[in-house]
């Protein structure tokens, strides 16, 4: 996991249980959830929607965000395939306003990557498709969604574009006009 010194964003490993007939794992236990979170002094939250995507390779969702009321915390993990999952400070009062922490998610490794309110979310996905399954703490608000685009220089993420060799870069018409920080930092972001 790349790590920009970021209060916020957690990565959560299973305790796997593995033997001949298969495997066996909690994907989701709310007491060490909310334990986690109290330890990094994040407020506790609960879960209102669960969301399944399935994404060819190559396809590049985000920058996403919701601004409040209907702010979203996000615990993703990909169930099939392989992605990596970004997550973005949008606080403009944070020391780490704009920087980003990423994982890469796959169906092997079980990790889940916790993407609280106040952050942009996205992914790149690395296999030749990927499903993603994520917790959301609010429900999808149309008038409150918003993005920034995935190739913000100020953000400057390192996307792993080079595993994409024989696929191509896929991106909504949403987020290839998606506006780059610079022009939203005075409106649409986190206090």
């Not at 007939?21 to 709310?30: A, D, H, L, P, V």
């Not at 403009?92 to 169906?107: E, H, M, T």
């Not at 490794?109 to 399954?133: I, K, M, R």
């Not at 969604?145 to 913000?152: A, L, Y």
């Amino acid at each position: 996991m790349q790590v920009k010194d970021l209060n916020g964003p957690l990565l959560f490993t299973p305790k796997i249980f593995k033997d001949k007939r298969g495997f066996f794992f909690e994907s989701w236990n709310q007491n060490i959830f909310l334990a986690a979170l109290e330890e990094h002094g994040q407020k506790t939250i609960n879960f209102v929607q669960d969301n399944h995507s399935r994404s060819n390779a190559g396809v590049l969702r985000g920058l996403h965000y919701q601004l409040p009321p209907y702010s979203q915390g996000k615990l993703v993990r990909c169930i099939v395939g392989e992605i990596f999952d970004v997550a973005v400070d949008i606080r403009k009062s944070s020391s780490s306003f704009g920087k980003w922490q990423a994982a890469i998610l796959s169906a092997t490794n079980y990790q889940q990557l916790w993407v609280p309110p106040g952050f942009a979310h996205g992914f790149l996905t690395l296999s030749d498709y990927a499903e993603v399954l994520y917790k959301t703490t609010d429900f999808w608000d149309q008038g409150s969604e918003r993005s920034i685009r995935w190739d913000d220089q100020e953000i400057a993420i390192n996307w792993p574009l080079e595993i994409l060799i024989n696929s191509k870069l896929q991106l909504s018409e949403k987020d290839k006009i998606a506006p780059l920080l610079a022009e939203i930092r005075e409106i649409d972001l986190f206090q």
